[in-house]
T-cell receptor, first 114, second 115 residues
């Protein structure tokens, strides 16, 4: 079985500052990793994912995450955040080739202040 | 990416009534869909896996007679909350697996309030 830890339940940051949302996982087999974003009163939207290949993956709105196998991490970063990035961010992991059911972290609330 | 819709987005009902929530995959076929429940400030709790043409698989602690799931076609799954009570009030989210992308896509969610 796999597990996901999002160490920070809440991350406050000022607009245009950089941010890192941390995600660590544990699994005995190969994994796929995902970041989802949830805006207030909405469902989850896929932000980016790592399946294979380059360990650095990017989203269309400036976020990036790097798969680090040795540290079992998949931290999400953005060099300059906007007010509109305020949302809940969920890291998820599932075993490659296995069930489609991912294991979710508890979520990190990113709060961007003007 | 793939699109999943849910209907209704919000529903208010009286205690004791039943409520049906629809989940549709709009641009792909999904043999498997998933139903989640999300409590305020909490992560998602998987309730059940909906399998097209067969019975749903429920997670431990989820009452299958309370939460009826039907997956009648490759693009539609429904969740019916039977004899709803105030404690059933929650945000219900469905998702569908896009096989080619190895990814789950989520619907926008349904806010249920039982009075």
């Amino acid at each position: 079985a796999q597990s996901v830890t999002q160490l920070d339940s809440q991350v406050p940051v000022f607009e245009e500052a950089p941010v890192e949302l941390r995600c660590n996982y544990s699994s005995s087999v190969s994994v796929y990793l995902f970041w989802y974003v949830q805006y207030p009163n909405q469902g989850l939207q896929l932000l980016l994912k790592y399946l294979s290949g380059s360990t650095l993956v990017e989203s269309i709105n400036g976020f990036e995450a790097e798969f680090n196998k040795s540290q079992t991490s998949f931290h999400l970063r953005k060099p300059s955040v906007h007010i509109s990035d305020t949302a809940e961010y969920f890291c998820a992991v599932r075993t490659s080739g296995g069930s489609y059911i991912p294991t979710f972290g508890r979520g990190t609330s990113l709060i961007v202040h003007p | 990416g793939a699109v999943v819709s849910q209907h209704p987005s919000r529903v208010i009902c009286k205690s004791g009534t039943s409520v049906k929530i629809e989940c549709r995959s709009l641009d792909f076929q999904a043999t498997t869909m998933f139903w989640y429940r999300q409590f305020p400030k909490k992560s998602l709790m998987l309730m059940a896996t909906s399998n097209e043409g067969s019975k749903a698989t429920y997670e431990q602690g989820v009452e299958k007679d309370k939460f009826l799931i039907n997956h009648a076609s490759l693009t539609l799954s429904t969740l019916t909350v039977t004899s709803a009570h105030p404690e059933d009030s929650s945000f219900y989210i469905c998702s569908a697996g896009q096989l080619a992308e190895e990814t789950q896509y989520f619907g926008p969610g349904t806010r249920l309030l039982v009075l």
